[in-house]
């Protein structure tokens, strides 16, 4: 990898007014992104997360830029923080290729760096809020990691492979062999560009972002970052013991075909929701699973109405949970 050059200040992001970014230098001369949401504005009365941090991880091919997401924490109480993880959005650099992990557990050392970098008290409670992916590292993450979190929020967790268990077992040795042999070598998996279709702008939805960082057809998929999603989802498979509340956020339906239809604006196109749902209960002793009606695949993407819901029922519970820590 080439040498990279880290700015280890904090600096304006290009998502504008109230966004700073902090570059993390990590091992093997990688680099990691850490995005922070300070405004002047004075929280809600009465905050559900008041004095809380909140990490957010993002999932494949993708990055932080989900603004509203970062004011709503800061409207609740919360320091809002975004992670870019090395190989990723912010953190891409020239000559790395986009994603790219031989074990999820290398992120590791991201999520060390950036919670260094929060300068977090003892006494402020930890938000953990991963997408996707994001949510298989940060549900792996807090299983190794006991008494750190104080609550770990999924939003649509790849925790299962869209075939389900015995897909995976089956395809599981071939994607390991091809790993070994060929790590950057792309697999024959292609994203016809429907959840793209169903979210940019450029194609009638709601939302802007930078297509170098997020492509409308997605990375390319290599062997090796398959064999490590499938390495966790084995441990997801064998039981985690996670001693925080898990709340567990999935559309109620999916829609999993390589072809364009207006049922891609209300459902979730990349995961098997029923498969994930029934994985989460493997995640510890109190997991909730909150089924959030016509909601997309990154559900605090999906169309206003079904966002506000989300919101009003991630507050809800809430408090229920985070204002009532042993």
Not at 61 to 66: E, P
Not at 291 to 300: E, G, L, P, Q, W
């Amino acid at each position: 990898m080439n040498n990279q050059v880290v700015d280890r200040s904090w600096k304006q992001d290009v998502l504008g007014e109230g966004f700073e970014q902090l570059e993390l230098p990590l091992p093997d001369n990688a680099v990691a992104t850490l995005v922070r949401y300070t405004a002047a504005t004075q929280p809600d009365p009465d905050p559900v997360a008041l004095d809380a941090d909140v990490l957010y991880v993002h999932g494949w091919s993708d990055y932080f830029f989900q603004q509203k997401l970062a004011r709503f924490w800061h409207r609740n109480g919360a320091r809002f923080y975004a992670l870019d993880l090395h190989n990723y959005g912010r953190s891409l650099r020239p000559g790395n290729t986009p994603g790219f992990v031989t074990d999820l557990r290398h992120y590791d050392a991201d999520l060390a760096a950036a919670l260094t970098a929060m300068e977090r008290g003892p006494e402020r409670p930890l938000i953990l809020l991963g997408h996707s992916t994001g949510g298989l590292i940060l549900s792996w993450w807090v299983h190794r990691h006991p008494g750190v979190a104080s609550v770990l929020i999924l939003n649509s967790p790849w925790l299962e492979f869209q075939g389900a268990e015995l897909g995976r077992r089956a395809i599981s040795p071939l994607v390991q062999l091809r790993a070994r042999r060929h790590p950057l070598a792309p697999l024959p998996l292609q994203d016809p560009g429907i959840y793209s279709r169903s979210l940019s702008s450029e194609f009638g939805g709601q939302w802007t972002y930078n297509k170098s960082w997020r492509p409308y057809r997605g990375f390319p998929v290599t062997s090796a970052f398959l064999n490590a999603v499938f390495q966790a989802q084995d441990a997801v498979d064998a039981g985690f013991s996670i001693d925080v509340p898990v709340l567990t956020m999935l559309s109620t339906r999916d829609y999993l075909q390589p072809r364009w239809t207006e049922t891609a604006t209300e459902a979730d196109v990349a995961l098997n929701v029923d498969v994930v749902a029934h994985r989460a209960l493997s995640l510890g002793q109190n997991v909730t699973v909150l089924r959030i009606s016509k909601a997309v695949h990154d559900i605090f993407l999906s169309p206003a109405p079904v966002r506000k819901s989300a919101y009003r029922q991630m507050e809800r519970w809430l408090g229920g949970y985070l204002s009532h820590r042993d």
